[in-house]
């Protein structure tokens, strides 16, 4: 595997392929975005709570890294550079109770995932605000992302609005949907008990629309309270 005439196949965990493109997968709509309004919560176990506006954590310092991203549809872009705040600083604004392990990452319209602290304890480990010198675009998470380069993308979250830090690891949004607790590419760590997975139709434009349907209607028996007919 070879990218600008250079060997980079000790880069690429197995199952993946290289792109220079960066798609766009999420499920459901773009949020809108006023930074007027928006705001960035810390709280769960931390001795006491603590909001920023935008202007609040932009003043903090920033951080620029360059990484590899692994998405869990199998592909790989490699050197993407980023501006933020490390995860480190953010953490830093309070003081975090010991009994805390894991972190529930809080995103826009409800979306979750959740990581082990040490692991965004990393040192590439940042919030994202731009990418490769421009600004993120809504599609790709603007006005902020987490970026955990060493995970599947998924756990890199967009459209971030606050941290929890908690004693247990509680499953985010893909991963109550049958998606990895942890996610390591290297030991394609993708799913855990998707049939469709399993009965080896994955990656196929049937398999993810069939991820989307059980996503709809999980969403609609939350919003109704009771059981849908599936058809």
């Known amino acids: 595997m070879r990218m600008s005439g250079k060997d980079v196949s000790d880069r690429v965990p197995p199952g993946q392929h290289l792109t220079e493109k960066w798609p766009v997968l999420h499920a459901g709509t773009v949020p809108r975005v006023d ?45 993407n550079s980023w501006e933020g705040i490390s995860f480190r600083d953010v953490m830093a604004l309070v003081t975090v109770k010991p009994k805390a392990k894991f972190v529930v990452i809080h995103a826009e319209e409800g979306w979750t995932t959740n990581l082990p602290l040490t692991d965004l304890l990393m040192d590439d480990v940042l919030f994202a605000h731009s990418h490769d010198g421009e600004p993120l675009t809504p599609n790709h998470g ?90």
């Open 142 to 231: 603007w006005p902020l992302r987490l970026v955990v380069p060493h995970l599947y993308f998924w756990k890199s979250a967009k459209w971030v609005r606050g941290i929890e830090f908690v004693a247990e690891d509680v499953p985010g949004f893909w991963e109550e949907r049958g998606y990895h607790l942890y996610a390591d590419p290297w030991l394609e760590q993708r799913y855990r008990d998707d049939p469709e997975w399993h009965r080896g139709v994955k990656n196929t434009d049937e398999y993810y629309e069939q991820v989307a349907k059980r996503i709809r209607l999980h969403e609609q028996k939350k919003a109704q309270g009771g059981e849908l007919d599936p058809s």
């Open 35 to 79: 930074l007027d309004l928006w705001d960035f919560k810390i709280f769960g176990l931390v001795e006491e709570e603590k909001v920023l506006t935008w202007d609040e954590l932009l003043a903090l310092p920033a951080c620029r890294s360059t990484s590899d991203i692994h998405c869990v549809t199998t592909w790989s872009r490699l050197d």
